[in-house]
């Protein structure tokens, strides 16, 4: 597959997962009311998300310094506060096709989801020097090619397919 039908594949499947997370929430845009159980249970579980970046060829390593520099120790600054409960960086071992391959995954254990909203203003508190870390942010997008955060859902296997 060539390049341009990669990446129009990648970026339709990004609308797809979108639209997907869209119709969950469709009720509530229209008016229905959460049950209270589910607002009680949704403030208090663990939040999982992961976040997924397709790099420019031959810029893994520059782009892997950038992220570890600013965001892994955003997220550990995150986990002190207890924001971040846990987080795991995933590599792939083997090459992928063109349309599939990713470079890093992490995948994110927030305490809740509203803890997920802390990130700006924790790198405010780790960065100080806003104007450095912007520059920093800027490359590490500049050798982005691909990017998406994707809410993680944890079901029962042996239930009826819901939280």
Avoid: C
Avoid at 120 to 143: N, Q
């Amino acid at each position: 597959m060539n390049h341009q039908s990669g990446r129009l594949h990648f970026l339709l499947s990004l609308v797809a997962i979108n639209l997907s997370f869209a119709l969950a929430v469709v009720p509530a845009v229209r008016g229905q009311q959460p049950t209270a159980a589910a607002s009680v249970s949704t403030s208090d579980k663990p939040y999982l998300v992961e976040w997924a970046y397709k790099v420019k060829w031959g810029h893994a390593d520059e782009f892997w310094q950038i992220f570890k520099k600013y965001q892994i120790a955003i997220l550990n600054r995150e986990k002190e506060l207890g924001y971040v409960t846990s987080y795991t960086v995933y590599r792939p071992g083997l090459h992928t096709g063109e349309d599939t391959r990713w470079e890093y995954r992490i995948v994110i254990t927030y305490k809740n989801q509203a803890s997920s909203t802390h990130g700006s203003e924790v790198a405010k508190l780790v960065f100080p020097d806003h104007e450095a870390f912007k520059r920093g942010e800027d490359r590490r997008w500049e050798l982005t090619e691909a990017h998406y955060d994707l809410p993680i859902r944890v079901i029962d296997p042996n239930g009826d397919g819901e939280e």
